[in-house]
């Protein structure tokens, strides 16, 4: 009797179960589910846009085999033998030539995209941003007529070294290559910065002190710390700089005129008067391929240096 006593005291005092009931099976897969389909709703709105390049890109492949007039029934493959002429091939060879001439400006950048990554001034970080940032709020109209005032025969460039008697006749750069470059170099200097400014901010500044703990100068851990640490900075931006350019149109258009149509000109005088659309779509198909095999060779080229200046030290 004393047993079954202390037996009902003790459950008495311990209570009823603390345990919380198990949650429904139907709440537990959709709390799963939800958690799993959160990165892809995260991620819809790039899917989206990128769906969107996709159907455009796959529009202009097709249209590139239509007819005019027939864009959308007809196929042939005269506009790609079209081509084959000696005038696209000399435009297309203009166009590459001037997009990889201008990844200079990956190399301009180094100083600036440098003190970005190193100076611990707010306020001169942001002030260095704003002037990287400028020539990508201002149109591509008004910088390229601010280039024709520039080095225009009558431009302040001329008015400056006449004054100066350096020259006694005006210097030509607007409707050359060289004007041209220029222009494609300043517009898209922002797309060289702020790639390799980034991968500088992301090297460890214990790099540099250890280089000059032993000795080395700030030219020798640029050169042999820094650099080859941001280098997939330095190439991201070069590359980026050459796709803007093979694409761009209203900076050759303004200052090469038709003494230097690169190869959007063409598509766009293709489009404009003819209303040659598949005629336009494929010079577009070929100037996207070749851009893409160029930058695929880059990298190609450049992991394989990596490679080669690690296995020593392997």
Known sequence: MTTMLARFSRRASAGPATDPAPRPRSEAAAASLAQKLRPWLLLAPILL????????A?????????????????????????????YFMKLLWLTLKL????????????????????????????????????????????QGYGWLIILGP???LNHALFASGL??????WPYRENGVLLGLIQTAFPLAVLPLASAMRAVS???????????????????????????PGLVSGALLVFAYNASAFAVPLLLGGRRVPM????????????????????SGVVLMLATLTVMALSQRLVRRTQRLAEEPHA
């Open 49 to 56: 846009f990128l769906a969107v390049l996709g159907a455009a």
């Open 58 to 86: 796959l529009v202009v492949l097709r249209m590139s085999f239509g007819t005019q007039g027939s864009e959308w029934h007809g196929f042939t493959l005269r506009n790609y033998a079209d081509l084959l002429d000696g």
């Open 99 to 142: 997009a990889f001439q201008s990844m200079i400006c990956a190399l301009l950048a180094i100083p600036i995209a440098l003190a970005m990554a190193r100076t611990r001034s707010r306020l001169a970080r942001r002030l260095l941003l704003a002037g990287v940032l400028l020539p990508l709020l201002v149109n591509l109209l008004l």
């Open 154 to 156: 009558a431009g302040l």
């Open 167 to 172: 020259l006694h006749r005006p210097l030509m």
């Open 205 to 231: 500044t214990s790099y540099e002190e250890a280089a000059a703990t032993l000795g080395a100068t700030r030219w020798q851990t640029l050169r042999h710390i820094l650099l080859p640490l941001a280098l």
């Open 263 to 282: 190869l959007a000109v063409l598509v766009h005088d293709q489009v404009a008067p003819l209303l040659n659309w598949p005629a336009a779509s494929a």
